[in-house]
């Protein structure tokens, strides 16, 4: 596609349940990267993959949180028995390998009730 | 552990005003990044700075990169409404476990009539 295409936009969920935030990167871009911004708040690194390499996982705040990657492409990222504080704005990027930018989604509003 | 500094936080501004944000980080780099972001919205790449003594400039923005003294600044110059957003510095590092962006706060700018 054009763009980072993410989904859902909006998340609403109760606190102790699992969620699936999806990621679709830019065709051709190798590199994918999942960041938390908390309100008001800059951004925070979670996970990085890299074409077939393996993920850096270590901005992963819980063992509640893991990515995957598909195919080099779609990304997700799940967080199982959400917390309160959990709520964030995710947002996905991907870029090429020897990127001159990253080019950002619209993210994931979560919000844990 | 990389830091990014920016300052200010927060800036309010008459339009027609000239000035600058800074932003320092605490360990070496060759890439910075600046982005813009709007309430509610994603990130939009505004210049990627890629060598010491690089500069940029887009209309009434001016991006500059010192790395010697790993001080980047955004020069905004006879700002207007339209520029009123939260900016971010991003210090781009490579290390073993691969690449990433590490953001500054952001600095929420409003530019007042």
């Known amino acids: 596609g054009a763009g980072v295409s993410q989904s859902p936009s909006n998340k609403v969920t109760e606190k102790g349940k699992d969620v699936e935030l999806r990621c679709d990167p830019i065709?051709?871009?190798?590199?994918l990267y999942w960041y938390r911004q908390s309100l008001g708040q800059g951004l925070e690194f979670l996970i990085y993959?890299?074409?077939?390499?393996?993920?850096?996982k270590s901005g992963l705040p819980s063992d509640r949180f893991s990515a995957e990657r598909t195919g080099g492409s779609v990304s997700t990222l799940t967080i199982q028995r959400t917390q309160q504080e959990d709520s964030a704005v995710y947002l996905c990027a991907s870029s090429r390998r020897t990127p001159n930018g990253y080019t950002f989604g619209s993210g994931t509003r979560l919000t844990v009730v | 552990e990389l830091k990014v500094e920016q300052n200010p936080l927060f800036l309010s501004m008459q339009e027609g005003k000239n000035y600058t944000i800074y932003c320092n980080y605490s360990t070496t780099s060759d890439r910075l990044y600046w982005y813009r972001q709007d309430p509610g919205k994603s990130l939009e790449s505004l210049f990627v700075l890629l060598s010491n003594g690089a500069v940029k400039q887009e209309g009434r923005l001016m991006a500059s990169l010192d790395t010697k003294a790993r001080l980047s600044t955004l020069h905004i110059t006879a700002a207007v409404h339209d520029l009123s957003a939260t900016y971010f510095c991003a210090v781009y590092r490579l290390n073993t476990s691969g690449s990433r962006l590490t953001f500054g706060e952001g600095t929420q700018l409003t530019v007042n009539p």
């Open positions: 993959f890299q074409g077939n390499s393996a993920p850096d």
């Open positions: 065709s051709g871009h190798t590199a």
